[in-house]
């Protein structure tokens, strides 16, 4: 059984501000992801791998396609889900490291990790205990996790957006360049917790443009090149 | 939670012949965060004041589900019946706090007055209660005997909050709750309104022309150009991949720092 199944997705910009000219970004982009598999988006920068992560997310909308999940038994097609059933496969079924940590004044790092358990109705303390864990096994300094991350370094930010990532158990998990900026005692860790991930049975799809680190955690690569739009003449 | 708390239907606010906002569906869920956004005049306040039973519509039905669990539609209430849901079950707050607070009786009394309303007579409790909420909203015990024009403009805005979330409302209005605040002020009252709607399970409805507070606080948004909807959907998806010129301009336009 697939965990997560992208069926003839296509997606195209139209730039209103610049006279409505059309950007085609892919089109039938098919691939399942299988339960405690790691599939790797490949291809150069621009060739869409990062929107078809953020259309699976649910953060951009599709032209046209399927991405199936299975969410609380059964299957949703996150494609055409309304805004609450996207919310509710964000909290229950579908986890998201991005590149960049989108702070929020004044909420310290570790309610930052902790709170997708807190919303999904873990304890609080029980959450903060899980983050500590994690921030400790990413190698961020204690003196930092009451501070919010707004002021951290990028690789900082990045290992407090892998603990928030990490910090769930969602049967897919999708993830950004999560080692874009780390050095390579954590990148080492990681990959660990990638390994753990898939051990677990979690399905992942990611883009690493790091090599090393891509031959550790793929078990198959999908070139995004496939997925090009032809344009029309 | 199986049923929405608000629901919408074709709501159209005419001044004379000049259109206010037309043709609004919508439903909100309870514990959902709903942001309504566009310029001065688009028509979000003329909505905002449909929505909470103070300018009736023109044509279209709001529909609300009562604690009692039925439906009512809000301009259909008695008298009595629309003062006990503003007062108790909804909160309101204004841009200006001086129109959602009374400036010349202390800061306890704005927040016990509203528990007085829901019958509260026990002046121990009253007192004790008020200050648990300025202590949530972070206003210092030592101040609740002080009347809210010795206040900041940040401490008011913080004091109509407390005012209006100490009956455990379960929909709040907002218009413009940080508008006319310094950055600094602004990003304090946005983390407390974050907490406390998330806190309590609120559900609320926003109206701001910053796209940044409607990331911050809320689930879905609503844009808005002359008195129309002209997109909606999941926050994050209408600001990083909006579809519609007019939204385009608007997400283009935000400064970057």
Same mark, same amino acid.
């Given at each position: 059984?697939?965990?997560?199944?992208?069926?003839?997705?296509?997606?195209?910009?139209?730039?209103?501000?610049?006279d409505?000219?059309?950007l085609?970004?892919?089109?039938?982009v098919?691939?399942?992801?299988l339960?405690g598999?790691?599939?790797?988006?490949?291809?150069?920068?621009?060739?869409?791998?990062s929107?078809?992560?953020?259309?699976?997310?649910?953060?951009?909308?599709?032209?046209?396609?399927a991405?199936l999940?299975?969410?609380?038994?059964?299957?949703?097609?996150?494609a055409?889900?309304d805004? *609450?059933?996207? &919310?509710?496969? /964000?909290?229950? %079924?579908?986890?998201?490291?991005?590149?960049?940590?989108?702070?929020?004044? $004044? =909420?310290?790092?570790?309610?930052?990790?902790?709170?997708?358990?807190?919303?999904?109705?873990?304890?609080?303390?029980e959450?903060?205990?899980?983050?500590?864990?994690?921030?400790? *096994?990413?190698? &961020?300094?204690? /003196?930092?996790? %009451?501070?919010?991350?707004?002021?951290?370094?990028?690789?900082?930010?990045? $290992? =407090?957006?892998?603990a928030?990532?990490?910090?769930?158990?969602?049967?897919?998990?999708?993830?950004?360049?999560?080692?874009?900026?780390?050095?390579?005692?954590?990148?080492?860790?990681?990959?660990?917790?990638?390994?753990?991930?898939?051990a677990?049975?979690?399905?992942?799809?990611?883009?690493?443009?790091?090599?090393? =680190?891509?031959?550790?955690?793929?078990?198959?690569?999908?070139?995004?090149?496939?997925?090009?739009p032809?344009?029309?003449? | 939670?199986?049923?929405?708390?608000?629901?919408?239907e074709?709501?159209?606010?005419?001044?004379?012949?000049r259109?206010?906002?037309?043709?609004?569906?919508?439903?909100?869920w309870?514990?959902?965060?709903?942001?309504i956004?566009?310029?001065?005049?688009?028509?979000?306040t003329?909505?905002?004041?449909?929505?909470?039973?103070?300018?009736?519509p023109?044509?279209?039905?709001?529909l609300?589900?009562?604690?009692?669990?039925?439906?009512?539609?809000?301009?259909?209430?008695?008298?009595?019946?629309?003062?006990?849901l503003?007062?108790?079950?909804?909160?309101?707050?204004?841009?200006?706090?001086?129109?959602?607070?009374?400036?010349?009786?202390s800061?306890?009394a704005?927040?016990?007055?509203?528990?007085?309303?829901v019958?509260?007579?026990h002046?121990?409790?009253?007192?004790?209660?008020?200050?648990?909420?300025?202590?949530?909203?972070?206003i210092a015990?030592?101040r609740?005997?002080?009347?809210?024009?010795?206040?900041?403009?940040?401490?008011?805005?913080?004091?109509?909050i407390?005012r209006n979330?100490?009956t455990?409302?379960r929909?709040?209005?907002?218009?413009?709750?940080?508008?006319?605040?310094?950055?600094?002020?602004?990003?304090?009252?946005?983390?407390?309104?974050?907490?406390?709607?998330?806190?309590?399970?609120?559900?609320?409805?926003?109206?701001?022309?910053?796209?940044?507070?409607a990331?911050?606080?809320?689930?879905?948004?609503?844009?808005?150009k002359?008195?129309?909807?002209?997109?909606?959907?999941?926050?994050?998806?209408?600001?990083?991949d909006?579809?519609?010129?007019?939204t385009?301009?608007?997400?283009?336009?935000?400064?970057?720092?």
């Amino acid at each position: 059984m697939t965990a997560l199944s992208v069926q003839n997705l296509a997606k195209t910009f139209t730039m209103h501000l610049r006279d409505g000219v059309v950007l085609p970004v892919v089109a039938n982009v098919n691939f399942d992801v299988l339960p405690g598999e790691c599939v790797v988006l490949g291809g150069p920068s621009g060739a869409g791998k990062s929107s078809i992560l953020k259309m699976v997310y649910g953060n951009y909308g599709v032209d046209a396609g399927a991405i199936l999940l299975q969410h609380h038994g059964e299957i949703v097609d996150l494609a055409i889900a309304d805004p *609450r059933t996207v &919310l509710t496969l /964000r909290r229950d %079924s579908i986890g998201y490291v991005s590149q960049f940590l989108r702070t929020v004044p $004044r =909420v310290s790092a570790l309610d930052v990790v902790a709170e997708p358990l807190v919303i999904r109705g873990t304890d609080k303390s029980e959450a903060q205990q899980r983050a500590r864990d994690l921030l400790a *096994r990413l190698n &961020l300094p204690e /003196r930092l996790w %009451s501070l919010p991350p707004a002021t951290f370094s990028g690789g900082e930010q990045q $290992r =407090v957006n892998i603990a928030r990532g990490f910090i769930t158990d969602h049967p897919v998990l999708l993830l950004d360049e999560p080692t874009a900026s780390l050095d390579a005692t954590n990148r080492a860790v990681v990959v660990a917790m990638i390994a753990e991930k898939k051990a677990a049975g979690v399905a992942l799809l990611g883009i690493f443009h790091d090599e090393e =680190v891509r031959e550790q955690v793929a078990d198959r690569i999908v070139d995004v090149t496939d997925f090009a739009p032809r344009i029309a003449a | 939670m199986t049923e929405p708390l608000l629901r919408v239907e074709n709501l159209t606010k005419y001044y004379g012949s000049r259109l206010g906002c037309a043709d609004v569906n919508f439903e909100l869920w309870p514990g959902e965060v709903l942001a309504i956004v566009g310029e001065s005049g688009s028509g979000k306040t003329t909505l905002l004041n449909s929505l909470s039973a103070t300018l009736e519509p023109s044509s279209g039905r709001t529909l609300y589900r009562m604690r009692d669990e039925q439906w009512r539609n809000i301009y259909e209430l008695s008298e009595a019946e629309r003062r006990f849901l503003v007062r108790t079950d909804w909160g309101f707050v204004h841009q200006n706090p001086a129109d959602g607070l009374r400036m010349t009786v202390s800061a306890g009394a704005n927040v016990g007055e509203r528990l007085m309303a829901v019958g509260d007579r026990h002046y121990g409790h009253i007192r004790e209660t008020a200050l648990d909420w300025l202590g949530r909203v972070e206003i210092a015990a030592d101040r609740i005997d002080d009347q809210p024009r010795s206040f900041s403009g940040g401490m008011r805005q913080r004091l109509q909050i407390a005012r209006n979330l100490v009956t455990g409302p379960r929909l709040v209005f907002m218009d413009e709750p940080t508008g006319g605040l310094d950055v600094s002020v602004q990003a304090r009252l946005l983390d407390l309104l974050r907490g406390l709607v998330g806190e309590l399970g609120l559900a609320a409805i926003v109206v701001t022309h910053d796209l940044a507070v409607a990331r911050l606080l809320s689930h879905r948004m609503m844009v808005m150009k002359d008195g129309r909807v002209i997109e909606a959907g999941l926050t994050d998806r209408v600001l990083d991949d909006p579809r519609e010129p007019y939204t385009q301009l608007l997400v283009s336009s935000i400064l970057q720092v």
